[in-house]
């Protein structure tokens, strides 16, 4: 969805930059922790747990600084609110993924 918008026609360079910006954080934030939950097996377990637990926490903090690239006057008013409401329902999704985390390290640990 970011990328689409941030092809959109119209758009000021202030806001493909922070478009440009969000995504990026956004990748990180999926992509390193489903690489190293693929790594979850053996005698490093709390090690690749507590791995885990950092990047979703790190997400969460991501999340927080691509909001804020959408801050002040010169943003589209659309593009600030379709944006930031699909933040907040990610950064939802990344808490209670962070919560299901801590509970499967709670139990097998």
Request: hydrophobic share 40%; aromatic share 4%.
């Amino acid at each position: 969805m970011m990328v689409n918008i941030s092809k959109s026609q119209g758009m000021s360079p202030k806001v493909v930059a922070a478009m440009k910006d969000c995504v990026e954080e956004l990748s990180d934030s999926v992509y390193e922790p489903i690489r190293e939950m693929k790594n979850v097996k053996g005698s490093n377990f709390h090690l690749m747990i507590s791995d885990i637990q950092t990047w979703v926490s790190a997400a969460l903090t991501d999340e927080t600084t691509c909001t804020d690239g959408f801050q002040g006057k010169a943003m589209n008013g659309n593009v600030k609110t379709l944006v930031r409401g699909r933040i907040v329902n990610v950064a939802q999704l990344t808490s209670n993924a962070l919560a299901l985390i801590n509970r499967y390290a709670s139990l097998h640990g």
